[in-house]
């Protein structure tokens, strides 16, 4: 039996379904073919223009960047601290939802602005204005950038946290502070945040706790066992917040720890 095509061993069927099989291959290959073809005619139409193909890296460094942004505003900033006191206050005080979350976290991000707008400035005047005006790469811009946050973040750390920071990273011990890398250095600031950020928190409670125990101790004397004390103690709180104007003792205290 001598050679023959493998359509000439197939019945009817089978032949079709080859032939669908090879079309759907050739589509198939066409199709893959013609994206990368057009995508290599842009490439190299966007490679004779370096200035695009700058202005398409710049945007993509900014996107990246401001997808950073709520964690870069957590870690360095002031807000870490001022979020956990005036969520601590609001916890003093018994009431769970009142102010709302909403209205904590808008008081605190501005606070936060004018705490951290002296660093800012400095961000925009060394690395963000000359970034724009191409005079800067995006990692100079960055690394320029990052300067006043670090020595801001420095003047608020403890040297036990810096040191703890270190020792768990497997770092080096450094022999001065330009040593010290944003690794050890972000979660000894926040670290400190805490710290700072609890012992007024502790400040804040000491007066509430105080109404809450002569309130439990009137009403023990008075028989009155089943009344909460939370009950008479809350309107008291509240009044006393008002008439010793807390909110501008809070806000004040707080601006001050950072200077």
Not at 15 to 38: K, M, N, Q, T, V
Not at 92 to 98: E, K, S, Y
Not at 178 to 195: H, K, N, T, V, Y
Not at 200 to 223: E, Y
Request: one cysteine or more; hydrophobic letters at 55%.
């Amino acid at each position: 039996m001598g050679k023959r095509s493998v359509f000439a061993v197939l019945d009817g069927r089978g032949r079709a379904l080859a032939g669908l099989i090879l079309l759907g291959c050739s589509f198939g290959a066409l199709a893959a073919a013609s994206p990368l073809d057009e995508a290599g005619r842009l490439f190299s139409q966007q490679a004779s223009k370096p200035e695009e193909i700058s202005s398409a890296m710049r945007i993509l460094f900014l996107l990246t960047a401001m997808s950073l942004i709520p964690a870069l505003a957590l870690a360095t900033t002031a807000f870490l601290r001022i979020i956990i006191v005036l969520s601590m206050l609001r916890h003093a005080m018994g009431m769970q939802d009142t102010p709302p979350n909403a209205a904590l976290i808008s008081i605190a991000l501005f606070l936060t602005l004018f705490t951290m707008a002296p660093v800012w400035n400095q961000v925009d005047k060394n690395a963000w204005q000359p970034f724009m005006q191409n005079k800067l790469s995006p990692e100079e811009a960055v690394r320029e950038g990052f300067v006043p946050i670090r020595e801001f973040m420095i003047r608020q750390t403890r040297e036990q946290d810096l040191a703890l920071t270190v020792e768990l990273s497997g770092a080096e011990q450094p022999n001065t502070l330009d040593d010290i890398g944003a690794i050890q250095l972000i979660p000894a600031f926040m670290l400190s945040e805490l710290r700072t950020a609890f012992q007024i928190g502790f400040m804040i409670f000491l007066p509430f706790i105080l109404i809450d125990i002569i309130m439990a101790g009137i009403l023990t004397s008075l028989g009155m066992m089943m009344v909460p004390p939370m009950m008479l103690s809350l309107p008291l709180k509240v009044l006393m917040f008002i008439l010793i104007d807390g909110w501008n003792l809070v806000v004040r205290s707080l601006m001050v720890s950072f200077y």
